[in-house]
């Protein structure tokens, strides 16, 4: 009986935080769409500057593009054709946006997921290296290679890249690099300054011992909250990336979009953005949550 | 991206060990899009991707030779036009087929202008046609003769069928059936586009083989045009069309036979103060734009040398009017080349009424001179030209501020809100014709920038330039039209409602290995004769390094 | 740790005379950040032209200098401004719990998710077209603080929540504090290494993003040099191998991080 209940109010959780989920990747989309439609040049077309085009072609664009003018009314034709599947048709590129977006998201989650881990392993195992080997010597060279690659322009790596031909996930991974890297770091070596940690290195216990039972159960929960902080900062940074690199994901997409202030568009990439954001910052809240309420 | 790589090296290999002079059939050429084509759909092409597709796969009646600047017959054999310039008269070859087999015949061509000319249609290339108000009237006679008549003369007919790649009207691929050297047979959005020869192209060379010699082109889309110059290094690309003038001195030290130069093109940079009326600008300010005497006194301050020297590596000509001397019908060669004087400026600005001292220029109120002058972000050829003026207009003791607005909020305000002082922008000139740019020179029209949409015209000059268009436009004969038309561009060098600062050069790379290029200052520049290009045997340009 | 001190001292050396050079630009440059030296375009250092000079012929010397001071004044103040917001509003979560954390947390995710980008436009258009160039540096170097902390606040409100239930915390609690009280005596002070952390992170990310908000019409514009459009000419890569000495600016703001990051107390220094 007890177990029942448990596991009802277990999916009654579950269902909750699905909707604040939805309801926020929604706010969030009619958020944007409301400020690429006060933005200034929306509805302007590039080719109205056609010299060839007549006067009423010219003013056949401009209505074309006045036709989402009316917020409202544009959110409910939204969701009304969302509910079918249709989430609308790119005003630039002429195309529906879902078949767009199933081009072009897997290239997007590919090199970010692939960049994440990357990002991650290094950040770890230069972490790892620095408690091991902590002389002066470690301590300069690895805040020399973080300052360094903190101050590169996202940019000027991304070109990089291009330049050596290298994966867009390696771009990605080095820009999320250095903040983990400083992160992780500062992290471990506070947990490390514990009271009970200390303690326990009083009594005797092994440096391992101590890396097992005590620095990694402390920084354990903030590690998985900056999983789900990666993952954000991973889409954001592959937004400049792959727009730079001209990786036909997601981001090239984006860019895309908010130059040509292409309302349908940036409303779905938006949704998406805000989705992946909430669920990822949700699973690292909840799998932390479990871990500081198991001992 | 291995496969490839195997491939790309397979398909070296295999042309290295063919014994062959020049070039010979096959091979798929490689080259970029510079953005995503918006529509295969001929009719409703108005951005630069879609349009180099368009000439790579659609036939058209009349060609004009992006050499010679002369008209060619393409699908018709011959044609006749009117006395009075609105019945044109083609006479078609027998015998052609679509990409997919289809019979081509002169309904086609019906069917191609009737869908061009629907006014609900808006399409850039109909509009071209379009002198007066009322429906065309097409006869096809024969299978092989069509004639279409106007409701008014059009000028310069023929040169505008140049642009009307005829569709099918019985084809099931509908516009994707086609009559030019090649036609799409795949698309990735925002990867590439696949042009594969059309077996069915009418075209033959000297020697009777069929024509075009590749098996196919890959045009890969990049926006990023570092990219495209270091894969173009790397041997993955074997032409770049509108390289700017850093790359192309880049290139040159290469490889001096990779940079080519095809000359002063016809694109043209300007800049242009506001005079609209309405405009939420200072009255004084407006004021001073409205003076000629204080645009011809900005036009004489700023050094265009110095421009083409520093920002285009010398990669560009001086420009002083609406035409380039690249068009070589319709420039004007009567017009006085510009001189930088910027003495001569203080001395005009003085004589309306202007003071300048202790190196500030002020107006008769006393107001001090200075304007902002906006241009596209992102276009650091632009941003480096109005630093330039912002140096040389400091001498005559005006102050320019310079903003960078993305697209979209710049173009908001040169068309709908006017709220700029003066702007630094291009047109892209794909045109010969002065009738291909009426509107910019019509005081109602649309791209009359500094003063858009008049109802009447504000000033004689534009009421005179207002007359000669339109005469123009409704002449027969090149010959007086291009009498009128010199009159214009005279009064636009009298006045400088745009100040013409340079015309670029057209630079292009092309590899050694693609055999035939002879790159043009007209679109699509390198590859215009993409049918009878052919590929050699060359290294790739990387394997040397 | 007397190397470490050592290292310490050069860098606080190190940073003082940047500073020093850059505040006394106008007298220490050799020539205006402007002037187009128009027969010397792109050319490389000399005797007259320490760095060489830009495309157009501008001493580039003179423009790192004044760059230096636009950026290295503003770009802390807007760092410090985020982190603030940051440090607040993490903390005000972690602490508060309940609805003030969901709404909060929502509140974060979602404006790291919408196109800010739009809200740059619309408030360019909102400004006159000629601003005096003080009124947009200052303006945007305001907006990046005020828009940049989302990304900080995570990190601050994960830690909060770490030492929710610590017993210092417990005790102040108990002894009747308020939130306000808890937050700005008790939290922030516990916190300072994450705070610092993310103020680091944020400096260069700040002095990089003012580039990109040039580009907008936004941020400083020309000819006024800043760090951020000095480091736009190194996306011209065959440019700077071409010519190396480009990456002057690039090796400064790295110094100049590093250098903040030696100097001030980290969590390293006390293990």
């Known amino acids: 009986m007890i177990e029942i209940n448990k596991a009802s109010r277990a999916m009654r959780l579950v269902l909750w935080r699905v909707l604040v989920v939805l309801c926020l990747a929604v706010v969030g989309g009619l958020l944007s769409a409301t400020l690429v439609r006060f933005s200034p040049g929306y509805g302007v077309d590039e080719s109205e500057l056609d010299p060839r085009l007549s006067h009423s072609s010219v003013e056949a664009i401009r209505n074309e593009n006045r036709k989402n003018a009316s917020l409202i009314r544009y959110y409910a034709t939204y969701f009304a054709a969302a509910a ?121 216990v092994g440096r391992t011992g101590i890396f097992l039972w005590h620095v990694v159960p402390y920084a354990t929960p903030a590690l998985l909250a900056l999983l789900g902080i990666s993952l954000g900062m991973a889409f954001g940074a592959a937004i400049p990336i792959e727009a730079l690199c001209d990786s036909a994901g997601i981001g090239q997409l984006a860019w895309y979009a908010a130059i040509n202030r292409d309302l349908p568009l940036i409303m779905n990439l938006t949704l998406i953005v805000t989705l992946v954001t909430v669920v990822s910052n949700y699973i690292a809240d909840y799998s932390s949550r479990l871990i500081v309420s198991e001992p | 991206m291995k496969p490839r790589a195997l491939r790309n090296l397979a398909v070296v290999m295999l042309l290295a060990a063919a014994p062959l002079a020049l070039g010979q059939s096959g091979g798929v050429l490689h080259f970029c899009l510079h953005g995503e084509p918006k529509t295969f759909n001929p009719i409703l092409v108005d951005d630069e991707a879609s349009e180099n597709i368009r000439y790579l796969t659609g036939g058209v009646l009349i060609r004009l030779n992006r050499q010679t600047q002369a008209l060619e017959p393409g699908l018709a054999e011959s044609w006749h036009v009117s006395k009075d310039g609105r019945t044109i008269t083609f006479r078609l070859r027998k015998g052609l087929h679509f990409s997919d087999g289809t019979a081509f015949t002169s309904e086609d061509v019906g069917y191609t202008m009737k869908t061009l000319m629907d006014p609900q249609v808006h399409s850039p290339t109909g509009d071209a046609f379009r002198s007066g108000e009322g429906a065309i009237d097409v006869q096809t006679p024969t299978p092989d003769v069509v004639t279409i008549t106007f409701p008014a003369s059009v000028a310069g007919l023929e040169r505008l069928f140049d642009q009307v790649a005829i569709l099918s009207v019985h084809s099931p691929q509908k516009e994707m059936a086609v009559l030019g050297p090649f036609y799409v047979s795949e698309y990735k959005a925002g990867l590439y586009v696949e042009l594969k020869r059309n077996p069915n192209y009418w075209r033959r060379d000297a020697q009777g083989h069929p024509l075009p010699y590749l098996d196919g082109i890959r045009l890969d889309i990049q926006r990023n045009r570092d990219i495209e110059l270091l894969r173009f290094r790397r041997g993955e690309l074997q032409l770049i069309n509108r390289l700017d003038a850093e790359s192309y001195q880049h290139l040159q030290k290469d490889d001096p036979n990779v940079a080519r130069n095809a000359g002063a093109g016809l694109d043209s940079d300007h800049i242009w103060f506001n005079e609209v009326p309405s405009a939420p600008l200072a009255e004084y300010k407006k004021a001073w734009f409205r003076t000629t005497e204080f645009r011809k006194a900005v036009s004489l301050a700023i050094n265009r040398d110095d421009i083409c020297r520093i920002v285009f590596a010398g990669y560009a000509k001086p420009a002083y009017g609406p035409v380039s001397p690249a068009n070589r019908f319709w420039f004007n060669a009567a017009l006085p080349a510009p001189k930088y004087d910027p003495q001569g400026a203080l001395r005009l600005l003085i004589q309306a009424g202007f003071r300048f001292a202790n190196d500030e220029l002020r107006d008769k109120a006393g107001n001090r001179v200075e304007f902002t002058l906006v241009t596209n972000s ?38 709908r809100t006017f709220d700029y002082e003066a702007c630094l922008l291009g047109l892209v000139n794909t045109d010969l014709d002065p009738s291909g740019v009426m509107t910019v020179w019509l005081s109602s029209g649309e791209n009359h920038q500094w003063n858009p949409n008049q109802k009447n015209p504000a000033t004689p000059w534009e009421a005179e330039m207002d007359k000669l268009m339109r005469e123009q436009a409704s002449a027969i004969a090149d010959k007086d039209r291009k009498k009128k038309f010199d009159r214009v561009q005279q009064i636009i060098y009298e006045q400088q409602p745009f100040i013409y600062l340079v015309n670029r050069d057209v630079l292009t790379a092309v590899s050694p290995a693609v055999v035939g290029v002879a790159p043009t200052v007209l679109n699509p520049q390198a590859f215009w004769n993409a049918d009878v290009l052919q590929l050699g045997p060359a290294p790739q340009l990387g394997a040397q390094k | 740790m007397s190397a470490k001190r050592g290292l310490r001292i050069c860098a606080t050396f190190m940073l003082c005379a940047v500073g020093l050079l850059a505040l006394g630009a106008n007298i220490v440059a050799p020539y205006s950040y402007a002037h187009q030296f128009r027969d010397l375009p792109s050319s490389a250092p000399t005797a007259t032209h320490l760095l060489g000079t830009d495309t157009l012929g501008r001493d580039m010397f003179s423009r790192l200098l004044y760059g230096t ?60 077209l000629n601003v005096e160039s003080v009124v947009s540096v200052v303006a945007t170097f305001l907006m990046l603080g005020l828009l940049g902390w989302p990304s900080a606040l995570r990190v601050v409100w994960a830690a909060t929540r770490n030492i929710r239930q610590s017993d210092f915390l417990l005790l102040a609690r108990s002894s009747g504090s308020g939130p306000l009280r808890l937050i700005f005596r008790q939290v922030l002070p516990n916190l300072r290494p994450v705070l610092l952390a993310q103020f680091w992170i944020s400096i260069p990310v700040f002095i990089l993003t003012e580039a990109t908000l040039s580009m907008l019409g936004l941020g400083v514009m020309e000819p006024l040099p800043s760090w951020g459009n000095l480091l736009r000419g190194l996306e011209d890569f065959p440019a700077v191998s071409a010519n190396p000495w480009r990456i002057a600016p690039l090796v400064l703001l790295i110094l100049v991080v590093i250098c903040f990051q030696l100097i001030l107390p980290s969590q390293e220094d006390s293990v």
């Not at chain 1, 070109?159 to 903040?179: G, T």
């Not at chain 3, 509003?89 to 979602?110: P, Q, V, Y």
């Open chain 3, 69 to 128: 001071r636009v950026s290295l004044l503003l770009a802390p103040a807007a760092a410090l401004l985020a982190t603030l917001i940051a440090g607040v509003l993490g903390a005000a979560a972690g602490l508060l719990g309940g609805w003030w954390e969901r709404s909060i947390l929502a509140i974060t995710d979602l404006s790291m998710a919408l196109p800010l980008l739009f809200l740059l436009i619309a408030l360019r258009a909102m400004l006159p």
């Open chain 2, 378 to 415: 992102g276009n650091t050829v632009r941003e480096k030209m109005a630093a330039m003026i912002q140096q040389d207009l400091s001498q005559i003791g005006i102050k320019v501020s310079v903003v960078t607005l993305d697209f979209p909020s710049l173009i908001e305000r040169m068309t």
């Open chain 1, 84 to 204: 079918h599947g249709d989430l609308g048709t790119s005003r630039s590129l002429r195309r529906p946006v879902a078949e767009l977006l199933k081009e072009r998201f897997p290239v997007t989650a590919r090199s970010v997921l692939v960049g994440i881990s990357t990002a991650w392993t290094m950040a770890f195992l230069l972490a790892i290296l620095g408690l091991l080997f902590s002389g002066w010597l470690f301590e300069v060279s690895s805040t020399l290679l973080s300052g360094l690659l903190l101050s590169l322009p996202s940019a000027v790596i991304a070109l990089f890249f291009v330049y050596l031909r290298a994966p867009v996930f390696l771009a990605i991974a080095l820009v999320i690099f250095p903040k983990l890297f400083r992160f992780i770091r500062n992290l471990i070596s506070q947990a490390y300054e514990q009271p009970h940690v200390l303690a326990a290195r009083a009594r005797g």
